[in-house]
């Protein structure tokens, strides 16, 4: 009751000098149930060596009466379906025989990935919301919830727009639940894409995940509506990849990657993850990276620990979760080779012109990729390599001094990103 008590007080303060507090907790999807190490129970994934002839790979299936479900786009992997569900000890003996195969170059069972939205209210939360005071400086805005985004203006966002806020020519990718392209604050951004899920063209937002990423990363800015993204020039590709639960397969997610690169994403946002390495994820992750893509990938919510996957490989950029004070949120896992950025109530766009306040290294990621459009609208011919450089090499140390476990090399500061080159600036 304290606590409801406070926030009510909270609400009547701010409401009293004009700000609007969307309460974030108020309303969730429902759960989706789904447990680490989760698997589609009548899928594999196999991947046959280069120039196997087709005769064998028929007869490699015969074998457990499998039929070609899928084969991704660029990876040469297949999606073969069993004919009924097994256990995950059942799949994973079928795995094992298939890789005693001298023409597989791998397998493994069809894995699932989550969003990594935290659906519980932190405890620090109470101090994030502590939005009355605004930062000064930096570009005017006169989106009506301007004021409540801490997170940009912890990131110097808004002293970045004296520099860009983006360029039409480059795509962020959110690969997601898809993006509700109607949104008053997104409407004329978004390339609709595809949904892998349904197998369509229209990767409509059902679950709501996709929508509040994308508002973070290219919200429209000063159209006296709602939000702003970091980078609110740039396009949006969306690519459905996770269903109305927020959950997807290794293969529906890496399909999505591949996908996005070819569809010539500049960034691929994926705010999801799991705790099982997979091959196929880590082969799209590698695809899209040769192709010049800056990956921002959520470290994950499972608290103190190494990132999940696909955040571990080393061609996505992790990405943890601070909240207002510098501090890891709660729930965040770590990021020791990558970065932070603000993850704890974070308010965004969400289907049907709605707004709220959501937590998770979901909401840290889409500022990272935000960056990342600033950084190639600047400079197109910048590299996917050079422009995570950047992105690294100008962060606000905290934690431990200099690099660390936990922060990797610090929490983004867009600013410095996009006026590293210059010896001073008017918004630092």
Known sequence: MKCVTKLLIFGIVCASIGIFVVAGWAVYPPPSGIQAGAVVADEVIVKFKAGVPAANIRAAHAKFQAKIALTIAGLGAQVVKLPAKKSRAELNAIVTQYKQDPNVEYAEVNGIMTIQRQVSLPPEALEVLKLCIIQPGGFPSDDPHFA?????????????????????NITVAVVDTG?????????????????????????????GHGTHVAGTIAATLNNNKGVVGVSPNVRILAVKVLDSYGSGSWSTVASGVVYAADKQARVINLSLGGSESTQTVKDAVNYAWKKGVLLACAAGNDGAGDPGYPAAYKNCLAVAATDQNDERASFSQYAPDGVAAPGVSILSSLPGNNYESWSGTSMATPHVAGLAALLFSQNPNRTNRRVREIIQGTTDDIGTAGKDPIFGYGRINASKAVHYQCAASSCP
């Open 179 to 207: 993006v509700d392209y109607t949104h008053e604050d997104l409407a004329g951004t978004v390339r609709k894409g595809y949904d892998f899920v349904n197998d369509d063209t229209d990767a409509m937002d059902d679950q």
């Open 148 to 168: 409540q985004l801490w997170g940009i203006m912890k990131i110097r966002g808004n002293c970045a727009w004296d520099t860009n806020i983006g360029a039409g």
